[in-house]
């Protein structure tokens, strides 16, 4: 019982996470919003398939709905501000399970301030995972052979074992904060 309420439990956490309202997930998946309710309340009742559904439409594993032990991330997720949805979510994991999942150390998070005048960075490599936070301007992250652009208030999150760097996408300087788990 205990592991049917933990699916419960992740299942609005995807849902918060992704911003949407339940009566939208329930009208997503076809059902009467009462019964939704009820899954995200207890998960007594979820049928296998329902599970399966939530799982393609968070872009999640369906392994990771059941024993929320997240797939290891293997390319990138970007999160765009005021959008609330997730865009270029791969399989893997949202920040906070780092290290709640693998027991990880994170490092403090620091403050990057690229100018529009620096040369683009070299390329880097790394264990762990990576997370930026643009916090004003406009910063290119480039990771394997991606260029993403960011916007004040958006995310990424990846695995920098490819290689990436980050440089000024704009006029003026662009500042974000990053964190590290090795």
Request: with cysteine.
């Amino acid at each position: 019982m205990d592991e049917v309420k933990e699916i419960a439990m992740r299942i609005k956490e995807l849902r918060e996470i992704c911003d949407y309202t339940e009566e939208e997930v329930a009208n997503r998946l076809g059902v009467p919003v009462e019964e939704y309710k009820q899954y995200e309340a207890d998960g007594q009742g979820i049928p296998i398939n329902v599970l399966y559904q939530l799982s393609k439409m968070y872009k999640v594993d369906f392994s990771e709905i059941l024993t929320g032990v997240s797939a290891k991330l293997n390319t990138y997720q970007v999160v765009r501000k005021g959008e609330g949805k997730i865009a270029d979510r791969y399989p893997g994991y949202h920040f906070q399970d780092l290290a709640f999942h693998y027991n990880n150390e994170i490092m403090q998070p620091f403050i990057v301030t690229l100018d529009p005048s620096d040369k683009p960075a070299d390329l880097v490599s790394h264990r762990g995972e990576e997370f930026n936070l643009v916090l004003k301007g406009t910063v290119v992250v480039t990771h394997g052979d991606k260029e993403l652009v960011l916007h004040a208030g958006d995310s990424i999150y990846f695995n920098p074992n490819y290689p990436h760097g980050q440089k000024c996408g704009g006029d003026e300087p662009a500042i974000f904060l990053t964190m590290i788990a090795e």
